[in-house]
Nanobody, 130 residues
Framework: QVQLVESGGGSVQAGGSLRLSCAAS????????MGWFRQAPGKEREGVAA????????YYADSVKGRFTISQDNAKNTVYLQMNSLEPEDTAMYYC???????????????????????WGQGTQVTVSS
């Protein structure tokens, strides 16, 4: 059974950093899109970042560009989200997700669509205080 397990969430003050991890088990992910999403209370789930594991291409939402970095460790079947310069607006439940396909095709950004992913983790809470 394919599983994704997130860890690394917590509470930090504005300006602080956290690193989220997403460990995949039950399959060896390769050449697929892995994404991080977040959902704050009362808001829709939004795509934060994604990585295409076949070539390492990365994608970011405008709101996190320059502050967040997504990376992968193939040997550990793990995807990371390094979050720096955190802001109170980053407070949310963060979810890791795996798809079977590409992150994009030309200008079509599949990675932003929650329905592009078929496996989701349980989420990890990130709280940033001002």
């Amino acid at each position: 059974q394919v599983q994704l397990v997130e860890s690394g969430g917590g509470s930090v003050q504005a300006g602080g950093s956290l690193r989220l991890s997403c460990a995949a088990s039950g399959y060896t992910y390769s050449s697929n899109c892995m994404g991080w999403f977040r959902q704050a209370p009362g808001k829709e789930r939004e795509g934060v970042a994604a990585i295409y594991t076949g070539g390492g291409s990365t994608y970011y939402a405008d709101s996190v560009k320059g502050r967040f970095t997504i990376s992968q460790d193939n040997a550990k079947n793990t995807v990371y989200l390094q979050m720096n310069s955190l802001e109170p607006e980053d407070t949310a439940m963060y979810y890791c997700a795996a798809s079977r396909g590409l992150c994009n095709f030309g200008r079509v950004l599949y990675w932003l669509r929650a329905d592009h992913y078929n496996v989701w983790g349980q989420g990890t809470q990130v709280t940033v205080s001002s």
